[in-house]
């Protein structure tokens, strides 16, 4: 059974940088896409984006400017860095485990989320 | 993007009614659509992929169905654990995109 342990600072202040790890125990770190997704009241589930074992990524277009996944596979982890953020970035940010079944991608595993809120 | 449209946002019903959540895709996606369930303080659960694939361990009354652009999420007969918010993902094209919720109340 997949555990997704994540972490990170959970308040900032306006154009600092978010950076939160999200760690993998249990199942393979090699199959999968560990994605990041976060979700406030007024954008709702935002993909952010997704990064394999081998570093290949994929981001949301609409941040990609400001986001940098990266991966550490010898200890099953894998992070989102965050830069210049603002009070539109307060959100509940997940990180997650993205996999494909017969050419069909879904999440099937969360962590349990951190609130990051950012503030002046 | 993928506009992913809901509806309805919320609705309250009772123990054993069926319940029908239905999401318009902005355009024709096949059939690339899950369906997620989230619970107040936890993160969303899949039941549904592929449009109407059921995930291991999620019960049958939950149904998915649809293709192209109109898809929707069946309960069934409604059970206490099932109140929740619901939400459809597309996974046609990136960026990943989802529907705004359909939260499910006790009537």
């Known amino acids: 059974q997949v555990q997704l342990q994540q972490w990170g600072a959970g308040l900032l202040k306006p154009s600092e940088t978010l950076s939160l790890t999200c760690a993998v125990y249990g199942g393979s770190f090699n199959d999968y896409y560990w994605t990041w997704i976060r979700q406030s009241p007024e954008k709702g589930l935002e993909w952010i984006g997704e990064?394999?074992?081998?570093?290949?990524?994929t981001y949301n277009p609409s941040l990609r400017s400001r986001v940098t996944l990266s991966v550490d596979t010898s200890k099953n982890q894998f992070s989102l860095i965050m830069t210049s953020v603002t009070d539109a970035d307060t959100a509940v940010f997940f990180c997650?485990?993205?996999?494909?079944?017969?050419?069909?991608?879904?999440?099937?595993?969360w962590g349990n989320g951190t609130t990051v809120i950012v503030s002046s | 993007d993928i506009q992913m449209t809901q509806s309805p946002s919320s609705l309250a019903a009772f123990v054993g009614d069926r319940v029908t959540i239905t999401c318009r895709s902005s355009q024709s996606i096949a059939n690339y659509v899950n369906w997620y369930q989230q619970k107040p303080g936890q993160a969303p659960k899949v039941l549904v992929y592929?449009?109407?694939t059921l995930q291991n361990g999620v019960p049958s009354r939950f149904r998915g169905g649809g293709s192209g652009t109109d898809f929707t999420l069946t309960i069934s007969s409604l059970q206490p654990e099932d109140f929740a918010t619901y939400f459809c993902e597309q996974t046609y094209r990136t960026p990943w995109t989802f529907g705004q919720g359909t939260k499910v109340e006790m009537k």
């Open positions: 592929a449009a109407s």
């Open positions: 990064i394999t074992h081998s570093g290949s990524s």
């Open positions: 997650a485990r993205g996999r494909r079944s017969d050419y069909h991608y879904f999440i099937d595993a």
